[in-house]
């Protein structure tokens, strides 16, 4: 917008430059051309007036004239008699004599002015004037035009011409012309300068609109716009902070109640078991017993399920901001966590990858945590006896981590892979039957949540492969897609 705003402001100080430099310049060139023309012509009717006396004294300062004339101006004089071949003293011959100028002098007694081309001017200006034999007054007739005829008292005896080289002209047209395009330039530059001052002050409150919203959107609900700026962004900030207030409040009674559910729903299945396992220590019959340990399972279920929903209700609250962590010190931290349980199965746990200069990615606090979890509890699930679970850490790009976890279970269908991060959804081949169906869809959440993606993929030599892209820790969210190839996930 900035960028917008400044183009619009030079173009129309172009504008008005060019409305009004233009003309000026256009009028100027027009009257150095008419002045050097008149000047030009007032020279060679005076030469040829001189001439017209025909006496000594007038043809010696003619003499004189010319020879000034080529020496102070970039002019020179040329004489033609009446017969147009013969030369008329003290002019020098011309190197044409015959040309339509010089018949139109001789004959019909016109002025004629040539600039060499339509284009403003060529070479050199010519002018060529008849010479006149006058009787008495000649200085009546200093005026004579093109096209007018002589007087009967009068005669032609010759032409006149002056030739005046326009290289002076063309400098000072150049001079013209350049000093009012440089003056443009540089109008246009102070232009821009002041457009840019004038669009950054303007646009200021939308930047600060920009930064507020780039901070709640990022997880920071404290994140507020000041309210500046024209009337309108005033009342834009002011309904921005409004709502964000209002989301503020209603994610702080989501907390309250995500406590009060966890405590109110936790309670009572944790005594319902205990209840469950002392009806079974006192129970003989087994056909009792079987009974009261398929009501434990369910018990058991429906806790992971409360626990699952109560995880996703927080994630999907958003109350936290990313901040950045060490990934690698993290996947340590868990793998020693699961290492016991995997142990119990034989179960081999690897961590490859890079090692050294990993940057640091943005997750909310507790997040990759339970992301870690999630995806380390179904891959020991499916794996069978003396398997190896591979967890691979790596840079994907300038600005993203990749953490892939690779298991050697029964894998997954490209079907079962696009709709296993619904919720409820339970596959045999991922998270078996006891399973709540909530740990992939808990796992989507808090990534994207984090700015980051997750995808599923078939792991080389079998199983699956749930492939983590993080963000490191750029400025401001940016959503990642899943990979090309990697099946989108519903719900």
């Not at 000034?68 to 013969?86: H, L, Q």
């Not at 007018?148 to 013209?176: F, H, K, N, Q």
């Not at 409004?242 to 559910?261: C, M, N, P």
């Not at 690698?328 to 020693?336: A, D, N």
Request: net charge negative; proline share 6%.
């Amino acid at each position: 917008m900035i960028r917008r705003l400044i183009l619009s402001y030079v173009a129309l100080v172009a504008v008005a430059l060019a409305a009004f430099t233009v003309p000026v310049a256009f009028t100027l060139t027009a009257q150095l051309r008419g002045d050097t023309e008149e000047s030009v012509r007032r020279e060679a009717t005076t030469m040829a007036l001189l001439l017209g006396d025909g006496d000594a004294p007038a043809r010696q300062a003619l003499a004189r004239m010319a020879g000034a004339y080529a020496d102070e101006t970039p002019g020179t004089v040329e004489g033609v008699a009446a017969d147009g071949r013969g030369a008329m003293e003290p002019l020098p011959p011309p190197a044409h004599p015959g040309d339509p100028a010089f018949e139109g002098a001789l004959r019909h007694g016109r002025t004629t002015v040539d600039w060499g081309s339509r284009l403003v001017w060529g070479p050199e200006l010519v002018v060529t004037v008849p010479v006149y034999a006058r009787r008495d007054a000649p200085e009546e007739h200093a005026t004579v035009r093109a096209g007018e005829r002589a007087a009967p008292a009068e005669r032609i005896v010759g032409a006149v011409r002056v030739r005046y080289a326009t290289a002076d002209l063309s400098d000072r047209l150049w001079r013209i012309w350049g000093f009012r395009a440089i003056l443009a330039v540089g109008v246009l530059a102070v232009a821009a300068g002041l457009g840019a001052i004038v669009a950054r002050l303007l646009t200021k409150p939308l930047r600060q609109l920009n930064d507020m919203a780039s901070r709640f959107g990022d997880g920071d609900l404290t994140a507020r716009s000041p309210v500046t700026g024209p009337q309108e962004t005033q009342t834009l900030a002011r309904t921005l902070n409004q709502g964000a207030e209002r989301l503020d409040t209603l994610v702080a009674s989501q907390r309250i109640f995500v406590a009060d559910a966890s405590h109110q729903l936790r309670t009572p299945l944790t005594a319902l078991r205990l209840s469950l396992d002392n009806i079974a220590d006192g129970v003989d019959d087994e056909f009792v017993r079987e009974d009261v340990d398929q009501a434990t399972a369910e018990v058991v279920r429906m806790s992971r399920l409360v626990s699952g929903l109560l995880v996703l209700a927080r994630a999907e609250a958003k109350v936290s901001a990313p901040e950045p962590l060490a990934l690698r010190e993290l996947v340590e931290e868990r793998l020693k966590v699961w290492r016991p349980a995997a142990d119990e199965r034989g179960v081999t746990i690897v961590l490859t990858g890079e090692a050294d200069d990993l940057p640091r990615v943005l997750a909310g606090p507790g997040n990759l945590d339970q992301v870690l979890d999630n995806v380390l509890s179904n891959a020991l699930e499916v794996s069978p006896d003396r398997g190896t679970i591979t967890v691979r850490i790596a840079t994907g790009g300038p600005e993203e981590v990749v953490l892939e976890v690779l298991d050697q279970g029964p894998g997954m269908s490209a079907a079962e892979q696009a709709r296993a991060f619904d919720r409820f959804w339970r596959g045999q081949g991922l998270t078996g039957r006891s399973g709540s169906g909530l740990g992939l869809a808990i796992v989507r959440q808090l990534v994207t949540d984090d700015g980051g993606g997750v995808a599923l993929r078939d792991a080389p030599g079998g199983g699956l492969c749930v492939r983590i892209v993080l963000r490191t820790g750029a400025e401001g969210p940016r959503w990642i897609s899943p990979r090309p190839g990697a099946p989108r996930s519903g719900g």
